[in-house]
């Protein structure tokens, strides 16, 4: 059986609790990927490419590691919403989203160079906002700056009192959908076993 050492290619807390739950050894290294929201993809392509691109990046200077990426994005009437810039785009992002139903998507990335290794999917999971009062947004924004989080919001965290749906995978709007993720992984290890 093949032995192969992981790192995740990314800075988020959320992901690396994700992996950890299910029992992965891996270790975490950021990718130094800038996304470029300018590029005209549409938003399934968008995730997948800048999932891959930070596992690229990362798999340079680790051509014998398994390497895994992910990228998060929210989309509201077919426009991606990013991580926000600061406090006002915060504020802009989640009142956009009060009172309704965006789509969370998260691509994700195995890449490993030596042996060619390169899968790419995404996952889709739509989530429904209650109709956020100002003193709601600038409360939640106080306490918990949400600037790291695509959409400006963690279904995990304070924010979850204004979630009153999700359809589809909850760990994807956290940032890796954990299911779909292990399906593919597990047929990843039995094809590198063969």
């Known amino acids: 059986m093949v032995k192969f050492d992981i790192i995740l290619a990314s800075a988020s807390p959320r992901r690396k609790t994700i992996l950890s739950q299910i029992g992965l050894e891996f270790i975490t ?3 130094n990927t800038l996304e470029d929201f300018s ?9 997948e490419h800048w999932a891959r691109e930070k596992t690229k990046d990362v798999a340079k200077n680790h051509p ?21 810039k600061d406090r006002d785009h915060s504020v802009f992002m989640l009142k956009s989203l009060s009172g309704k139903t965006h789509e969370v998507l998260t691509g994700v990335s195995f890449f490993h160079l030596e042996s060619g290794t390169d899968i790419t999917f995404n996952e889709s999971t739509l989530v429904s906002f209650d109709t956020l009062k100002d003193k709601d947004i600038d409360s939640y924004i106080d306490t918990y700056k949400p600037f790291d989080k695509a ?4 279904i995990q965290d304070g924010f979850s009192i204004h979630i009153n749906k999700i359809t589809g995978c909850f760990y994807n709007v956290m940032g890796l959908p954990i ?5 593919n992984f597990q047929l990843l290890k039995k094809e590198i076993n063969n």
């Not at 989309?75 to 990013?82: E, F, P, Q, S």
């Open 29 to 31: 290294l950021p990718s």
């Open 39 to 47: 590029i005209n993809l549409p938003p399934e392509a968008f995730c």
């Open 64 to 84: 014998n590691t398994f390497i895994i990426g992910a990228d998060t994005i929210v989309v509201l009437d077919g426009k991606i919403l990013g991580k926000p």
């Open 151 to 154: 959409g400006s919001y963690g």
């Open 179 to 183: 299911s779909k993720f292990h399906k």
